[in-house]
């Protein structure tokens, strides 16, 4: 491997993306690398937007939300023309070497990089938690105590006014975030695509909640959810009966991806980042680094891609019987 290591944040940005560049670059230059950023995610690999980085232009990110090297999807990287390209603008710099942090989609770029002769590295960023090869993805942390803020929030004008709340949080096709929420927020039911709930069977839980003299009932929906939060609006539109509760729904959205980073969140990626540098110094190349077991490994980019991290339902079941 030569003496020069790029740098790339893919996908969805996640809170602590800035504090894990920063990590593997300074890593980098530490052991005698040059190291490089591209801009805009695969879209800046195919238009050749990569440049320099130094220590001092890593400095002061920690702490920032997002990515400053910026994301985008590209469709042209999904093809065969377009992969091409973007080795070849690898190549015209003499980059043989590169760090992908993203989630599903993003290490599924880094895995045909790798295919194709790069040494690639993959860093486990997603607040979806959806990924396998990491116990817990960089963003996770923050954007659960942003959903978790909102949702105590909510829950002060639930109780005021004695109505029942819809939370909508995100996760794409994942309910993690969604189940983690609901049972650090004591919600009443939680709605999830990994073992649906049916409006009848929801409308069932609001409705002894109620009879039980509670003041209000939280319902924690994942987006990827069959019936997300406007499918059971419109249904409890026409099926206000069936509650006791008047009902209320919030959809928090992308606001959860762009707050400050945890201290959890800057430590993990610190740890993955520095472990992703060291891997490729040391030679091995074609993995994801993740957290595993509290402490940060590696797994074969071939074992990870077209595949999801199975969610705990006997947590779900925990949440059930602590509602009641």
Do not use: W
């Not at 929030?153 to 639930?158: F, G, Q």
Request: proline share 2%; hydrophobic share 40%; aromatic share 4%.
């Amino acid at each position: 491997m030569n003496k020069k290591v790029a740098v790339l944040t893919s996908g969805g940005d996640a809170p602590g993306m800035n504090a894990a560049v920063r990590a593997i670059v300074r890593t980098g230059l530490y052991h005698g690398y040059e190291m490089y950023g591209v801009y805009s995610g695969f879209e800046g690999l195919v238009t050749g937007d990569i440049e320099p980085l130094s220590a001092r232009e890593v400095g002061g990110v920690m702490q920032s939300a997002g990515t400053f090297l910026g994301s985008a999807r590209s469709v042209e990287f999904t093809t065969e023309a377009g992969q091409k390209k973007a080795l070849s603008n690898l190549e015209t710099k003499g980059i043989s070497s590169i760090v992908v942090t993203g989630g599903n989609g993003s290490q599924t770029g880094s895995y045909e990089l790798s295919k194709a002769g790069l040494a690639v590295v993959g860093v486990a960023s997603t607040i979806d938690n959806d990924l396998c090869g990491s116990d817990i993805t960089i963003g996770v942390d923050t954007a659960l105590n942003i959903a978790l803020e909102s949702i105590d929030r909510l829950r002060v004008t639930a109780t005021s006014h004695r109505r029942g709340l819809l939370v909508e949080v995100m996760g794409r096709h994942c309910g993690y975030l969604a189940l983690m929420a609901g049972l650090a927020g004591g919600a009443e039911a939680i709605v999830i695509p990994e073992q649906e709930l049916s409006p009848e069977d929801l409308a069932d839980r609001i409705q002894k909640a109620h009879e039980r003299g509670k003041k209000h009932a939280l319902t924690v929906v994942a987006e990827g959810a069959r019936n997300n939060a406007r499918k059971l609006v419109e249904y409890f539109a026409q099926h206000k009966h069936l509650l006791g509760f008047e009902l209320r729904a919030t959809i928090l959205g992308h606001v959860q991806r762009g707050g400050t980073p945890t201290a959890f969140d800057r430590l993990l990626a610190t740890r993955l980042g520095v472990t992703a540098m060291e891997t490729l110094v040391r030679g091995e190349h074609g993995v994801l680094v993740g957290l595993m077991d509290n402490r940060p490994g590696t797994t074969p980019l071939s074992e990870v891609v077209g595949k999801n991290k199975p969610l705990d339902l006997g947590l779900l079941e925990m949440a059930g019987m602590l509602s009641k």
